[in-house]
């Protein structure tokens, strides 16, 4: 079955035994969503008891908001997103790596938008967008209720390259959105800061349930895509043909054109907002590391001008910490870095993985290949590699080709016969790497200076080359597979 939006996404579920279900069980929005989800499959950083691959949830009945659904947990499983993406689980990198480098541009329709079925304006007497979303809070201490599953899509003021990513929105009024831009990390925050230094506002779509392929391939970052880079394009690769976008009713910019729900407005230049003006909780959303993120302060304001969307349309929302997050985020990290490695090296790290533990973007495990003497020291080079490729990376595990890096078990197999501390770790102290990591924070350590200041580490289980005889694992003998192909 192709799938082409969220609705032939899920019709491919709903063919998988065990991998969507649903309930008529009217649910609170307001934090009793999110924690009857870490309970069905939330999986990640999410604290236990969590099931690390649970279905995907569609929640039929939901409290205040008549006739509305939610969907959770859509990407939550690898088998689920290669499934998705129509390839092996354990290929999902690689797949994303060709597809970044050979991109299909987007298109603009002018042919009526299924996202546009049904039409909202704020000049609308009853336009609320606390009625018109069932926006759900994660936890009780949540800044408000958020959009966390939002592809937004804006154009550059002065070169028109256009790109799309994710970030989190907080509903603040019944026409106002926070969004969070971490400063010069993502190319939206670029474009907002340059139309502030024009003094004009920036046009933005926020697209909701849409294509898993856009919503994984908006998740890459520089150096892989850099500015002027339209994510859109990697899932019109994966795809084999252009997304399709839309313009929109009420701003001059585009839209995806069959997502199920698309906010219109403009990022106000120049107005700040604090994040939980209306809760005073002093967080905004469990963010991938586990932890509920501090309110930022310095949330940019959109004012919104329209809302569209199909009709009975499916609200998507995603657990910060959760294994969709890990989904989103690690599978790009995964192609940046081999993406890098086969130019710089080819053929010496056989695989990526971005490991669940560190939020799809903490830690990375590589695969390595030596085959000749001079190749002892490359597993090294790679790491170095991989953290110039993925600049927020702050550990790598080396292990050998014959180490199964989707098994935590048997990465720390390796680890636990292959490596010695003393001689295998390498720390390389005062970098850069990511905020949100509560122990890259000078009160943690002395040798931190400042918030986001981190110790890259690595740690090399591989073999020596010279010793690889003397580590070469039991042998056990071939078996005819489809003679025991019912227990296999």
Same mark, same amino acid.
């Given at each position: 079955?192709?799938?082409?939006?969220?609705?032939?996404?899920?019709?491919?579920?709903?063919?998988?035994?065990?991998?969507?279900?649903?309930?008529?069980?009217?649910?609170?929005?307001?934090?009793?969503?999110?924690?009857?989800?870490?309970?069905?499959?939330?999986?990640?950083?999410?604290?236990?008891?969590?099931?690390?691959?649970?279905?995907?949830?569609?929640?039929?009945?939901?409290?205040?908001?008549?006739?509305?659904?939610?969907?959770?947990?859509?990407?939550?499983?690898?088998?689920?997103?290669?499934?998705?993406?129509?390839?092996?689980?354990?290929?999902?990198?690689?797949?994303?790596?060709?597809?970044?480098?050979?991109?299909?541009?987007?298109?603009?329709?002018?042919?009526?938008?299924?996202?546009?079925?049904?039409?909202?304006?704020?000049?609308?007497?009853?336009?609320?967008?606390?009625?018109?979303?069932?926006?759900?809070?994660?936890?009780?201490?949540?800044?408000?209720?958020?959009?966390?599953?939002?592809?937004?899509?804006?154009?550059?003021?002065?070169?028109?390259?256009?790109?799309?990513?994710?970030?989190?929105?907080?509903?603040?009024?019944?026409?106002?959105?926070?969004?969070?831009?971490?400063?010069?990390?993502?190319?939206?925050?670029?474009?907002?800061?340059?139309?502030?230094?024009?003094?004009?506002?920036?046009?933005?779509?926020?697209?909701?349930?849409?294509?898993?392929?856009?919503?994984?391939?908006?998740?890459?970052?520089?150096?892989?895509?850099?500015?002027?880079?339209?994510?859109?394009?990697?899932?019109?690769?994966?795809?084999?043909?252009?997304?399709?976008?839309?313009?929109?009713?009420?701003? #001059?910019?585009?839209?995806? $054109?069959?997502?199920?729900?698309?906010?219109?407005? =403009?990022?106000?230049?120049? !107005?700040? +907002?604090? %994040?939980?003006?209306?809760?005073?909780?002093?967080?905004?959303?469990?963010?991938?590391?586990?932890?509920?993120?501090?309110?930022?302060?310095?949330?940019?304001?959109?004012?919104?001008?329209?809302?569209?969307?199909?009709?009975?349309?499916?609200?998507?929302?995603?657990?910060?910490?959760?294994?969709?997050?890990?989904?989103?985020?690690?599978?790009?990290?995964?192609?940046?870095?081999?993406?890098?490695?086969?130019?710089?090296?080819?053929?010496?790290?056989?695989?990526?993985?971005?490991?669940?533990?560190?939020?799809?973007?903490?830690?990375?495990?590589?695969?390595?290949?030596?085959?000749?003497?001079?190749?002892?020291? #490359?597993?090294?080079?790679? $790491?170095?590699?991989?953290?110039?490729?993925?600049? =927020?990376?702050?550990?790598? !595990?080396? +292990?050998? %080709?014959?180490?199964?890096?989707?098994?935590?078990?048997?990465?720390?197999?390796?680890?636990?016969?292959?490596?010695?501390?003393?001689?295998?770790?390498?720390?390389?102290?005062?970098?850069?790497?990511?905020?949100?990591?509560?122990?890259?924070?000078?009160?943690?350590?002395?040798?931190?200076?400042?918030?986001?200041?981190?110790?890259?580490?690595?740690?090399?289980?591989?073999?020596?080359?010279?010793?690889?005889?003397?580590?070469?694992?039991?042998?056990?003998?071939?078996?005819?597979?489809?003679?025991?192909?019912?227990?296999?």
């Amino acid at each position: 079955m192709v799938v082409n939006d969220l609705r032939s996404a899920l019709e491919v579920l709903r063919q998988m035994d065990g991998q969507l279900v649903e309930t008529d069980i009217e649910v609170d929005p307001e934090a009793e969503l999110a924690g009857v989800y870490r309970h069905v499959g939330a999986g990640g950083t999410v604290m236990r008891p969590t099931k690390i691959d649970g279905p995907a949830m569609i929640f039929n009945n939901i409290k205040n908001h008549k006739d509305a659904r939610v969907l959770i947990g859509l990407l939550a499983s690898r088998e689920r997103v290669a499934k998705l993406m129509d390839c092996r689980k354990e290929e999902l990198g690689k797949l994303l790596c060709r597809a970044a480098l050979n991109p299909i541009e987007p298109v603009v329709s002018e042919e009526k938008a299924p996202c546009q079925e049904v039409i909202h304006k704020v000049t609308d007497p009853d336009f609320d967008l606390f009625k018109l979303f069932p926006a759900p809070t994660n936890t009780p201490m949540d800044a408000g209720p958020y959009i966390t599953m939002g592809m937004c899509y804006a154009t550059h003021p002065d070169t028109g390259c256009s790109d799309v990513t994710i970030h989190r929105m907080c509903i603040q009024s019944k026409d106002e959105l926070s969004i969070f831009l971490q400063p010069g990390s993502r190319h939206i925050g670029v474009m907002a800061e340059r139309a502030t230094e024009l003094g004009q506002p920036l046009p933005i779509s926020i697209s909701i349930g849409v294509d898993p392929a856009i919503e994984v391939g908006s998740c890459f970052e520089p150096p892989t895509t850099p500015l002027g880079y339209n994510e859109l394009s990697i899932a019109g690769a994966i795809r084999k043909t252009p997304v399709v976008l839309a313009p929109c009713v009420s701003i #001059k910019e585009n839209a995806i $054109a069959n997502a199920e729900y698309v906010i219109e407005g =403009e990022i106000q230049p120049g !107005i700040r +907002v604090v %994040e939980d003006q209306n809760t005073h909780t002093g967080y905004a959303m469990p963010e991938f590391p586990g932890y509920n993120g501090l309110a930022s302060h310095e949330c940019w304001l959109i004012k919104v001008k329209a809302v569209t969307h199909r009709k009975n349309p499916i609200m998507q929302t995603v657990i910060g910490p959760s294994e969709e997050h890990v989904n989103l985020a690690g599978i790009p990290t995964e192609a940046s870095i081999y993406n890098m490695l086969e130019k710089a090296l080819p053929g010496k790290v056989t695989n990526v993985y971005a490991h669940p533990s560190g939020g799809g973007k903490y830690m990375a495990v590589l695969q390595c290949r030596k085959t000749v003497h001079t190749d002892e020291g #490359k597993q090294r080079q790679a $790491a170095l590699l991989a953290f110039s490729a993925f600049p =927020e990376l702050k550990h790598v !595990i080396l +292990v050998d %080709e014959d180490v199964d890096i989707f098994d935590t078990r048997d990465v720390l197999w390796a680890m636990n016969t292959r490596f010695q501390g003393d001689r295998d770790i390498i720390t390389i102290p005062g970098v850069r790497c990511h905020p949100l990591d509560p122990s890259s924070d000078p009160a943690y350590s002395q040798s931190i200076s400042d918030k986001g200041i981190s110790c890259k580490t690595i740690f090399d289980c591989t073999v020596p080359f010279e010793l690889k005889d003397k580590f070469a694992r039991a042998k056990f003998m071939d078996i005819d597979e489809e003679k025991w192909k019912d227990f296999i």
